[in-house]
Structure formats: structure tokens, C-alpha cells
């Protein structure tokens, strides 16, 4: 078993409002990727209803950030779609358990793909995962959002938990900000999923990131 010490420093895995304009979120995109360190960009729209956004958004979405993401060598990851990965070139896809399963997920993406899988707060679902050969899994919502609709609250002590016991890496995801942060970096979390807790900042999403990047990296 490792501690948190002997593993690599948590990074900064952001996710896209629910709702933007691609063409005028890039400037704000490039600011808080140019901030400091982020290992990857989720592509996340939805409609006002909570669905996924249609092909055609998503679409003219990746097209326009995830070169923006590219250059600065972080990783674009879809949401939901699978299809839409592999059609635009992403790195990977990120599924729910209430998304596409994860074996179908995997064949469409293709074996060299990222795919992620939302666990909540089940060891069960985590181990399956796993076992099934998911790149990472995502443990939450660990705090309220307003980004989703949570259907389960996580404790830190899950993410200590994975993370002696298993390689593989774990996210901790849900209303996360640079306040309450801390102690699921110390809990051993790999990657910290953000969206309003950067997007929102009150000093801006630029700031946020140089913040993350400092509790992570003290």
C-alpha cells in the first residue's frame, strides 16, 4: 500500500459550465488554462432540462476548445458520449451509471481512449469498474452543487480507502472549491473535478486555477 505522500500530487481535472457559448468561453477557457497546472478538460453541456446537449452542440463545442486544450497538453474528455469522442477525436469519454455501459462505452472509444466512470460513493461500483478496466473512477458529490442533480453524498475517507488499496485513480467530484478542497487532497483523492468552484471564483476561473494549483502543490 502507498500513502498519499509517496503518490503524485493531486491535479486540477476541470469541467465546462453546464450551459456556455463555445466562441465566447474560449478567452475565459485559455485565461484558466494558462494559470497553472490542469490535467484535463471534460466537455459537460446540458440543456435546461438536464439532458445531455444535442450532437450538434457538442460538436461545434469541440471543435472550438478542445484545440485550446490540446495545446497546453490537456486532455478533452466528453461527457455521456461516447460517439461523440471518437467522432471528434477526444482523448476519452466520461460515462454515469446511468450512461452507456461501460463495455460498450469501451469498444465504441476504442482501447487506447480514457474512459472514466461515475462510482458515487459505492466501493462495489468502484471495484466493477475497475475490474473492468475504466481508466479512473469518480467518487461524489462530496459537497452540494447546483452544476447536477446528486443522487449520493461521499465521505473522504472513500478516496483514503481506494487510494491504499488500488492504482488506478480516483477523482473526487461535486461542489468542490478551493475552501473545502483540502482535506479531500489530504483523503488521497488523484484528481480534484471542478466547475463552479472555478468558473464561479469570485476573483475569476484564472485565479481559481492558481489557487487549486497552490493547495496541491504547496
Not at 26 to 43: N, R
Request: glycine residues 8%.
Amino acid at each position: 500500500m502507498s500513502t498519499k505522500d509517496e503518490r503524485i500530487p493531486t491535479r486540477l481535472y476541470l469541467i465546462t459550465p453546464p450551459r456556455l457559448d463555445p466562441a465566447g468561453f474560449a478567452d475565459t477557457l485559455k485565461a484558466a488554462l494558462d494559470a497553472g497546472d490542469v490535467a484535463s478538460l471534460q466537455l459537460r453541456l446540458k440543456t435546461e432540462a438536464g439532458d445531455t446537449a444535442p450532437a450538434d452542440e457538442l460538436r461545434r463545442a469541440a471543435e472550438i476548445l478542445m484545440p485550446l486544450a490540446h495545446a497546453r497538453n490537456v486532455a478533452f474528455i466528453v461527457n455521456d458520449s461516447p460517439e461523440i469522442a471518437r467522432e471528434m477525436g477526444a482523448d476519452g469519454v466520461h460515462i454515469g451509471q446511468d450512461d452507456t455501459p461501460y463495455k460498450e462505452a469501451r469498444k465504441i472509444v476504442g482501447p487506447d481512449a480514457v474512459v472514466g466512470v461515475t462510482c458515487h460513493n459505492s466501493r462495489h461500483l468502484a471495484m466493477e469498474a475497475g475490474e473492468a478496466g475504466a481508466d479512473y473512477v469518480a467518487f461524489g458529490a462530496f459537497h452540494p452543487t447546483d452544476t447536477k442533480v446528486t443522487h449520493s453524498r461521499a465521505e473522504p475517507e472513500i478516496l483514503t480507502w481506494w487510494s491504499e488499496l488500488f492504482e488506478l485513480p480516483c477523482v473526487a467530484i461535486g461542489g468542490i472549491t478551493v475552501e473545502n478542497a483540502p482535506p479531500l487532497i489530504e483523503a488521497g483523492a488523484d484528481f480534484l473535478a471542478v466547475s463552479a468552484g472555478v468558473w464561479a471564483h469570485e476573483k475569476g476561473p484564472a485565479e481559481a486555477v492558481r489557487l487549486f494549483n497552490l493547495l496541491m502543490n504547496p
